[in-house]
């Protein structure tokens, strides 16, 4: 038998010199050079001043923006070469979004909502919906799949967005202030969808202004000035390690 050494999981996500600045004279530099690494199963939080650039920087993680320079690459692919329909290839099939704000599709029922998420998938219609159902019923809205957004509370409509989000089973959920709008029952709600996404193995980053929110997760980034300020890591339960 041939022994095979342990092999190093792929970082999700690896940010080298990432820079972003937006048009203007001179330009308005936001992100200052960003290093970070984020691995496969990580469930971090993003922190810092309202204006820091924690929106820039989760639409760079997403690939909803390119950076002015720096690397990025996404599961050991360098993305500054793809073109932007590999771009929203990339993103259809790898990467799920949740905001403040939920964005759902005033027209359509939560069920159709849903399946908005698989359009890019090659799934059938009757296949996105009934993969939008079992979305739904796992955020606990199978009871509502029919109901107009109007018709939804806050929460159950960021619990429909979130159902959105992952009913691809995508590798990465960037959520930006997914709390931030809701009552802290129905944003606990949502957070622990968001853990149990991520014990399901989905890596997860939230943006948030909750501190104790952030300090409940396993990893915190803060952002100041388009810089990290800080990136630390909740200690080791006792027992574990060296
Ligand atoms: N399209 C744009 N053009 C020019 N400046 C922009 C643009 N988008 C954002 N900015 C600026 O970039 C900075 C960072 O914005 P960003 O949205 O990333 O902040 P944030 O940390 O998410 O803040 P908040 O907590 O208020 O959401 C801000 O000063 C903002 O005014
Ligand atoms: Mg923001």
Redesign the pocket.
Known sequence: MTSTPPQTPTPVLELSGIVKE?PGSPP?R?LHGLDLTIEAGELLAVV??????????LALLGSLDRPTSGRLRFEGRDVSNLSDAELAALRAHRIGFVFQQFFLLSGLTTVENVATGLLYSGAGLSERRARAAAALRSVGLGHRLDHHPDQLSGGEKQRVAIARALVGRPALLLAD?PTGALDSVSGTAVVDLLRTLNADGTTVVV?T?DRELAASFPRRIG?HDGRIDFDERAPQPTGAGL
């Open positions: 937006y308005l936001i810092g001043p309202s204006g820091s650039g924690k929106s820039t920087l202030e943006i202004h952002i």
